[in-house]
């Protein structure tokens, strides 16, 4: 672990690669990154030219404190996203932690789906109504407020603790956070019913693993479960969401869900008996990650 630097004798970037070593020795993979972002966290760098002119500056007592404890919860096997307490998703730095799932590169790509879905509906900034069911720490929704100007969103989740979490970063989104708003629920539950038949874009990255299944045995040990496992063939809320979303869409309205590979041919099935046009998408390395379901059939009265 790093020493103690209280005679000032050690530089930021000394501190980055005695943790890159610490990191090396614990086995984690890509230490001398990892390392540097640890001490970029705690000396306060944004970005690689601050963290170049910081580098050669002496550590203080209490960055160094924050670096050991950071370092000694990545040695132990804890996500460097809950360990930095923030991660990147497409032009946001979120809060994240043990509450939430990590933010991914696929769900990026989702959300850029439910993205093209609000400029087909509503161009040049105008109006439109957006759900993100299961929102979690918020990336999705927020995404949504951040990149489209008229879009107001909803983030639902039957999880409170989650819903803080996506509370603390609306709270850091600025403007675009007065046109988002926070419900208490599972699914569509928590909307309020006079909204039925409103939402241009609906979109959810919900549990979709089936109990048995074999996940990463780091994602299995932190992240929570309940926004993991789904029921015994992992598709059981993605049938939901598909069945129930007509009442909830407008007439020109989308459902954009992401799902695992192995799962988008039925999911996709099963909302061609609910939507008039559905498409299987692939994620950034070309595997089925999402189904788009556009202009529901048949919205049922609520």
Request: charged share 20%; with cysteine; proline share 7%.
């Amino acid at each position: 672990m790093p020493t103690d630097p209280s005679d000032g004798t050690i530089s930021w970037g000394e501190l980055a690669r005695e943790v890159a070593d610490a990191l090396i020795v614990s086995g984690v993979e890509g230490a001398q990154r990892q390392g540097q972002w640890i001490v970029m966290r705690a000396c306060g760098a944004e970005d690689t030219a601050e963290w170049a002119a910081m580098a050669d500056q002496p550590a203080t007592v209490r960055g160094v404190a924050a670096v050991d404890r950071m370092t000694r919860r990545r040695a132990d096997g804890e996500p460097l996203q809950y360990v930095l307490g923030e991660w990147s998703f497409r032009r946001l730095d979120l809060f994240v932690d043990q509450r939430v799932l990590i933010p991914r590169p696929e769900t990026e790509v989702v959300a850029g789906l439910a993205l093209a879905e609000l400029h087909r509906l509503a161009p040049r900034g105008a109006a439109v109504l957006a759900a993100d069911l299961g929102t979690g720490s918020g990336a999705i929704g927020l995404s949504l407020a951040a990149e489209h100007d008229g879009a107001e969103v909803w983030l639902t989740d039957a999880s409170s603790a989650a819903l803080e979490v996506a509370r603390a970063n609306i709270a850091g989104l600025g403007r675009p956070g007065t046109r988002v708003r926070v419900a208490a629920g599972s699914w569509f539950e928590a909307l309020p019913p006079e909204l039925a038949g409103q939402f241009g874009v609906i979109v959810s990255n919900p549990p979709y693993v089936a109990h048995g299944d074999e996940i990463d045995p780091v994602v299995a040990a932190w992240e929570p479960a309940s926004a993991l496992y789904a029921g015994p063939d992992g598709t059981e809320h993605l049938t939901h969401l598909v069945e129930e979303a007509p009442a909830w869409l407008a007439a020109a309205g989308a459902l954009v869900l992401e799902l695992a590979p192995a799962q988008a041919e039925v999911v996709a099935d099963r909302a061609r008996s609910c939507f008039t046009d559905v498409a299987v998408e692939p994620d950034l390395t070309g595997r089925p990650r999402a189904v788009v379901a556009r202009h529901p059939r048949h919205p049922r009265p609520r």
